[in-house]
């Protein structure tokens, strides 16, 4: 290419309107398409941040049991095994059932989390997984 090729003809400033907009369309495009599987794939990494705290709240809730021979009285908040939400702050963690023999505990999504297609975590003292609210199935969220 020659230097002259690379110089604008005398009145051409800029872009046209035109190409302005092909651009813009094409940005709109590429971010219509990109943006959807980016929250999708943000929503799946954060769903870690669930399971790895449920698993940690029943080893607290084992260690209770074996402290005092029963899962009744542990609670999740400030003053009980763990707090009450996620470490990431994803989830709210809640205890939804305990009695001498057994407990249930879950995570319910919170922020940002909120709407994801697992919906809410619940982990049994026997090591049985389910979720609530979910369009997923608990092999893909588990």
Same mark, same amino acid.
């Given at each position: 290419?020659?230097?002259?090729?690379?110089?604008?003809?005398?009145?051409?400033r800029?872009l046209? /309107? #035109?190409?302005?907009?092909?651009?813009?369309?094409?940005?709109? #495009?590429?971010?219509?398409?990109? /943006?959807?599987?980016?929250?999708?794939?943000?929503?799946?990494?954060?769903?870690a941040?669930?399971?790895?705290?449920?698993l940690?709240?029943?080893?607290?809730?084992?260690?209770?049991?074996?402290?005092r021979?029963?899962?009744?009285?542990?609670?999740?908040?400030?003053?009980?095994l763990?707090?009450?939400?996620?470490p990431?702050? $994803?989830?709210?963690l809640s #205890?939804?059932?305990?009695?001498?023999?057994? $407990?249930? #505990?879950?995570?319910?999504?919170?922020?940002?989390?909120?709407?994801?297609?697992?919906?809410?975590?619940?982990?049994?003292?026997?090591?049985?997984r389910? /979720?609530?609210?979910?369009?997923?199935?608990?092999?893909?969220?588990?």
């Amino acid at each position: 290419m020659t230097v002259a090729c690379l110089r604008r003809r005398p009145g051409q400033r800029g872009l046209t /309107l #035109i190409e302005l907009m092909v651009a813009l369309v094409m940005v709109a #495009i590429l971010t219509a398409v990109a /943006l959807p599987s980016y929250r999708q794939y943000v929503q799946k990494s954060r769903r870690a941040d669930a399971t790895t705290t449920l698993l940690t709240l029943a080893q607290a809730m084992e260690r209770w049991y074996s402290e005092r021979g029963t899962y009744a009285g542990a609670t999740v908040d400030s003053g009980g095994l763990m707090p009450s939400s996620s470490p990431q702050g $994803f989830y709210t963690l809640s #205890i939804t059932a305990q009695d001498a023999n057994g $407990f249930s #505990i879950s995570a319910a999504p919170a922020g940002a989390q909120t709407g994801d297609a697992c919906g809410s975590y619940t982990l049994e003292e026997d090591g049985s997984r389910s /979720l609530s609210g979910a369009t997923l199935t608990s092999a893909q969220c588990w």
